[in-house]
């Protein structure tokens, strides 16, 4: 398989030659390294960010974009998460223009989704819209230990808030260890299914959720421009000199 991973500005394909995948899910969910699993290389970091990553690459032909939004803490409702990280994962799907074809909802496999934990999630999706369902897959990130077993396994033996959310996705489920790279080939084999069922189509937002959300944006960036202007106004003032 040849592999390379570009940056934004390397490209000379268009926007919609590229497969476009947006990563969600809670913090230390192991988004970061599948997006490295499915690029074939450490692009995203260890560490979590409050801002969007993109990232571009192709494999065996297949020209991907992968953009990487902020994580939510796991417990917590979309209420309590910073404004910031939730203009962030609006923000994903203009990364993605004009529309993301695939959400993968990554989630750490574990007996403790509780059902807290999926009204987080299930509140943080709706930042999206209702219509994001249909483009979601569920990707469990487990150890080499779990590795032979199947994501239907999961949904199965860890209670009924796992299987809402496997209902939602219409049990579009798949488990991963990321850090075996052998498991790419076939992530991107059921991504590419679930972009053929739904005969190609990426998500559009609601126009008024993303004219609201860069509204918002510009605010706080020129809240953040007018901050710095008077700091430094604030530095270049002459002290007074001591009596």
């Known amino acids: 398989m040849i592999f390379y991973v570009m940056d934004g500005n390397s490209s000379t394909h268009k926007k ?17 390294a599948v997006g490295n699993l499915i690029l074939g290389k450490e692009e995203f970091g260890t560490k979590e960010r409050t801002l969007c990553s993109s990232r571009i690459g192709e494999v065996a032909g297949l020209r991907l974009t992968v953009v990487n939004a902020p994580g939510w803490w796991c417990d917590s409702s ?7 990280v939730k203009r ?14 695939v959400f993968l909802i990554i989630i750490k496999a574990t007996p403790v989704f509780s059902e807290k934990r999926r009204r987080a999630l299930e509140e943080h999706m709706a930042l999206l819209g209702d219509t994001v369902w249909s483009h979601c ?15 239907e396994e999961y949904v199965e033996r860890w209670g009924k808030a796992l299987r809402w959310l496997s209902e939602k996705c219409s049990q579009r489920c798949h488990s991963v260890v990321p850090s075996d790279n052998s498991e790419r080939t076939v ?3 059921k991504i590419q299914k679930l972009v053929t069922e739904n005969g190609n189509s990426v998500f559009e937002m609601q126009e008024n959720f993303l004219r609201v959300n860069q509204e918002e944006k510009r605010e706080m960036e020129e809240r953040t421009r007018l901050r710095c202007h008077v700091t430094i106004l604030q530095n270049s003032k002459p002290q007074e000199a001591e009596v």
């Not at 979309?78 to 910031?84: E, G, I, V």
């Not at 962030?88 to 074809?101: K, N, R």
């Not at 897959?137 to 994501?151: G, L, R, S, W």
């Open 78 to 84: 979309a209420q309590s998460t910073p404004k910031l």
């Open 137 to 151: 897959m569920v990707v469990f990130t487990c150890a080499e230990k779990y590795k032979d077993k199947n994501p």
């Open 16 to 32: 919609e030659d590229f497969l476009k995948i947006v990563l969600l899910g809670g913090r230390d969910s192991g988004k970061n």
């Open 88 to 101: 962030e994962i609006i923000t994903s799907v203009a990364l993605c223009s004009p529309g993301p074809h």
């Open 187 to 189: 992530l991107l084999a």
